[in-house]
């Protein structure tokens, strides 16, 4: 799959799951990235799964910290 262009904000999205890695050594839940971006966990699922469909990233369903 090719990856596409990311705006901003997905940007923003990837750079912090990155950082969240190198940090804590495993990737953070949907409730931490949430709590970072001051929203619930609903709304960061809509960026998510468009980074999801982008390629930029990768999950395992059912598995927390597996982003």
Same mark, same amino acid.
């Given at each position: 799959?090719?990856?596409?262009?990311?705006?901003?904000?997905?940007?923003?999205?990837?750079?912090?799951?990155?950082?969240?890695?190198?940090? +804590?050594?495993?990737?953070?839940? *949907?409730?931490?990235?949430?709590?970072?971006?001051?929203?619930? @966990? +609903?709304?960061?699922?809509?960026?998510? +799964?468009?980074?999801?469909?982008? @390629?930029?990233?990768?999950?395992?369903?059912? *598995?927390?910290?597996?982003?």
């Amino acid at each position: 799959m090719q990856k596409c262009a990311l705006n901003q904000m997905q940007a923003i999205t990837v750079a912090f799951i990155g950082s969240y890695i190198t940090q +804590n050594g495993h990737s953070p839940t *949907i409730t931490e990235m949430a709590k970072d971006a001051n929203v619930d @966990g +609903n709304t960061i699922s809509t960026p998510l +799964n468009a980074l999801l469909k982008k @390629g930029a990233i990768t999950k395992v369903p059912s *598995i927390a910290h597996s982003i």
